[in-house]
């Protein structure tokens, strides 16, 4: 659907300033969309697949990942919520709302690349 209406303000010649108004808010919240449909799909697989446990209990085990994703997502969407009141409408020029756009999306996912991950231990060089 976004493509859809990107195409239709490129042909009216609105692409760019559209392009500007969302790219703010954009990845976060596309992102949130996307980790909240992950939760939906793991709590219906806990349901229609619970493999060798009682249903009840993949259900719970379903469940307790989908709040933690849920939990995780909820910033993500308040800050969209912030960047879209602050940012997007805002008279900054467009290259600096690309740009902070540009910032979030590459922080998120810097964050969700690494966050969570130890240090493996490094091999001993003399043994």
């Given at each position: 659907m976004l493509g859809a209406v990107?195409?239709?303000?490129?042909?009216y010649?609105?692409?760019?300033?559209l392009?500007?108004?969302?790219?703010?808010?954009?990845?976060?919240?596309?992102?949130?969309?996307?980790?909240a449909g992950a939760a939906g799909l793991r709590l219906g697989t806990a349901i229609l697949r619970p493999g060798?446990?009682?249903?009840?209990?993949s259900v719970v085990q379903g469940a307790r990942v989908a709040a933690h994703l849920f939990v995780g997502s909820a910033p993500l969407l308040v800050a969209a919520g912030l960047l879209e009141a602050f940012v997007s409408p805002s008279e900054l020029p467009a290259p600096?709302?690309?740009?902070?756009?540009?910032?979030t999306g590459i922080a998120l996912y810097l964050y969700l690349l690494t966050a969570g991950r130890r240090a493996s231990p490094l091999p001993d060089a003399g043994r």
């Open positions: 990107l195409g239709t303000c490129q042909a010649g609105l692409g760019y300033p392009v500007a108004f969302i790219s703010a808010l954009g990845y976060l919240e596309l992102s949130d969309i996307v980790i060798l446990l009682a249903r009840r209990e600096v709302k690309i740009g902070i756009g540009l910032a």
